[in-house]
């Protein structure tokens, strides 16, 4: 299977934890008829006309580049209580055997970025030995967005049952190894995180420019069926109208640049390089991944 790909100077791994099924409703305010007049882009990778169900993936991507290897989002990790989120809860993958399979020893990360606190991007931030919870990754920096830390740990308003325990089990535990990050901040010569609120206060997308240029965007679009359509929201937005405001931004400065927009949940080939067309975008060439 074809998992890794160069991009200029850059060598891209695709790391697949989980895979599973969704209904629309996580696009309340996507039309019926709007995935039927998008089947061309939608089936069979994101979409299942005969049972109107979404596929989703949860997958890390690492980065090697200018010398570091840069892991963004960490997925859900095994043995979390998520009673909240019954389909994550007590996960059991191999994601530690898949990180060997890509060759990626945990010791040699340099750098984790979560692009937003949410329990599907940071659970293997952290690994449980002998009961307890220790980094997954000793050697390497954490970068959270400060406005992500703020609103979902304990003194703000995101701080639920379900951040409480996502804070005890995949946040506190690397606290010495946190850098916390606001606006924009550059990781490398060739990447740099910038601000991207919306889905969450501190959403951020990387981006990286080793001579082909990406642009990882975490939550910014969940389905494809967002690249036609930007303006339609995901029902985990915490601000839905930012999140179409800095979707739109994100995609205009990915098609302007012919950047692959590569978002965490999509399965297929994983992110395309899209072009605008007025206030909509299509997708003009996949990534030359092997299809999941």
Same mark, same amino acid.
């Given at each position: ?12 791994? *695709? =790391? ?18 709007a995935w039927s007049a998008n ?25 090697? =580049? ?59 931030? %952290? ?10 990754? #000793?050697?390497?920096? +954490? ?6 830390? /703020? ?17 005890? @089990? ?14 924009? +901040? ?22 990286? $420019? ?8 975490? @939550?910014? %679009?969940?389905? #494809? ?14 601000? #839905? ?6 979707? /739109? *931004? ?6 302007? /640049? ?10 297929? *080939?994983?992110?395309? /390089?899209?072009?605008?067309?007025? @206030?909509?975008?299509?997708?003009? $060439?996949?990534?030359?991944? $092997?299809?999941?």
């Open positions: 299977m074809n998992g890794r790909i160069k991009l200029g100077r850059a060598m891209l791994t *695709r =790391v697949v934890e989980h895979q599973f099924d969704a209904g629309t409703v996580l696009f309340p305010a996507t039309p019926n008829e089947a061309d882009l939608l089936v069979p990778d994101f979409y299942d006309p005969q049972t109107a169900l979404l596929r989703l993936a949860i997958q890390t991507w690492i980065v090697e =580049v200018d010398g570091l290897t840069v892991l963004i989002d960490t997925g859900i990790g095994n043995d979390r209580d998520r009673p909240h989120l019954p389909t994550l809860s007590h996960l059991s993958s191999d994601f530690p055997a898949a990180l060997e399979r890509a060759g990626v020893d945990p010791a040699d990360v340099d750098v984790v970025v979560n692009t937003h606190l949410h329990t599907d991007h940071v659970g293997w931030n %952290t690994t449980q030995v002998d009961g307890a919870w220790v980094p997954t990754f #000793p050697n390497a920096r +954490y970068l959270m967005h400060d406005a992500d830390h /703020r609103h979902f740990g304990p003194d703000g308003p995101g701080h639920d049952d379900g951040a409480r325990l996502l804070f005890a @089990d995949s946040i506190d535990p690397v606290a010495h190894q946190i850098q916390l990050w606001d606006d924009n +901040y550059q990781i490398s010569e060739s990447l740099w995180l910038r601000t991207a609120s919306g889905h969450t206060p501190g959403s951020s997308v990387v981006w990286l $420019d080793a001579g082909v240029p990406a642009v990882f965007v975490g @939550d910014l %679009t969940h389905c #494809p069926v967002q690249i036609p359509r930007p303006g339609d929201v995901c029902a985990f937005d915490v601000d #839905p109208e930012e999140a179409v405001v800095t979707r /739109r *931004r994100i995609f205009t400065e990915a098609a302007r /640049r012919r950047a692959a927009v590569v978002p965490t949940h999509y399965p297929g *080939r994983g992110g395309a /390089r899209i072009v605008a067309r007025g @206030d909509r975008f299509r997708v003009d $060439d996949w990534l030359d991944l $092997d299809p999941i």
